[in-house]
């Protein structure tokens, strides 16, 4: 299974400069915990990722410091060069990234770098839970066929 397979397109975004609060909000009105920080790439028209910024972040690196999170912009709090996963490199390549460094997501990016997707390890539980059921259905219709086939 590949990593574009199952990853999230639908990638909430922020850029270096934006208000760190602004940034919080946009965390709480799209229900999300993490924001892939981007910069574009005019010349495909796209956008790669340079950083992220985890709803984690804030709390432990601004709130609990007792710093003004008015104050800041993202560029100050998020994590630069994060980890990504290639869009056709295989999930479990993947997990093992995301063990390895101790994260639950990954930017997921194209053959030119460019953003794509965000993987999360939800995806991953939804995509085997999915293959399992498919294991659950075949053996339950293998028992009616042999049950049909043998009154």
Do not use: W
């Not at 460094?101 to 965000?118: E, T, Y």
């Amino acid at each position: 299974m590949k990593v574009g397979d199952i990853c999230g397109r639908n990638v909430v975004t922020v850029r270096e400069f934006d208000e760190l609060a602004a940034s919080a909000q946009l965390m709480r009105e799209h229900h999300i915990g993490y924001l892939v920080v981007v910069e574009p790439d005019v010349a495909n028209r796209t956008v790669l990722p340079v950083g992220v910024l985890t709803d984690r972040d804030i709390v432990v690196g601004v709130i609990a410091q007792g710093t003004d999170p008015r104050t800041l912009r993202v560029g100050d709090v998020m994590k630069r060069k994060p980890i990504l996963a290639e869009e056709d490199s295989s999930v479990s390549d993947a997990l093992r990234h995301m063990r390895e460094i101790g994260v639950r997501r990954l930017p997921v990016v194209g053959v030119m770098g460019q953003l794509v997707g965000v993987l999360s390890l939800d995806d991953v539980l939804d995509a085997f839970a999915e293959q399992l059921m498919d294991v659950a259905r075949s053996i339950r219709h293998e028992l009616k066929m042999e049950g049909a086939l043998r009154p």
